[in-house]
């Protein structure tokens, strides 16, 4: 196997446990960590196909709320996250049911902030967005009223965290050591032996 197997194997047994609640079989997962390889190595950003003009902005600014840029690592755009769910919504196996929920969460979204802002999500100011999402970041701390902005929340940042953990970005962010060569192996630490009470 080779190592690009390899990193993708892994990439897409990673992904596994996601792939149910976002509407991807398993089947398909090696296909979304080859188009993430390929997303990584593309110098300008892909036109979206799935998205539209707005929901693309609002889409593009959402993941940062989740996954900012911090001292460690780049933000959830910087690591391609919305060309890696444009991506898969886009593939002509992605379930309906997903891209009706996609769509419908992001409209919601900006139905409420018209509701109380008279503006979209894009349109609010930070302190505004940051209203919004705190009520529907924490689903058992949030209002029934809020029910449908929870379930979709908890799906895009899922989402979101997906895309940004499957990028080499994100792989970095956990400081993922697989695939290192390992100059020398010195052997199981003297007090690790001694602990377990066994020997070599």
Excluded at 26 to 37: C, D, F, K, S, T
Aim: glycine letters at 8%; aromatic letters at 10%.
């Amino acid at each position: 196997m080779t190592d690009v197997n390899r990193r993708a194997a892994l990439k897409a047994l990673a992904l596994t446990p996601l792939a149910a609640s976002i509407g991807v079989e398993p089947r398909h997962l090696e296909r979304v960590v080859r188009a993430m390889e390929r997303l990584e190595t593309a110098g300008a950003l892909a036109a979206p196909v799935f998205f539209t003009a707005r929901e693309w902005t609002t889409v593009r600014l959402l993941v940062d709320y989740i996954i900012p840029r911090d001292e460690r690592s780049g933000s959830a755009t910087d690591a391609k996250v919305p060309e890696y769910m444009d991506f898969l919504l886009s593939d002509k196996e992605a379930s309906e049911g997903m891209k009706t929920a996609m769509r419908g969460g992001l409209a919601w979204l900006d139905s409420e902030c018209q509701d109380r802002f008279s503006k979209t999500f894009v349109g609010a100011s930070d302190a505004q967005r940051r209203q919004v999402l705190d009520d529907i970041a924490w689903p058992k701390r949030a209002k029934p009223g809020m029910h449908h902005g929870v379930v979709f929340f908890s799906r895009f940042r899922d989402l979101t965290a997906s895309g940004f953990y499957s990028s080499q970005m994100g792989w970095q962010d956990v400081q993922y050591k697989g695939n290192v060569a390992l100059p020398a192996w010195n052997g199981c630490p003297p007090e690790a032996l001694a602990k377990l009470g066994v020997s070599y």
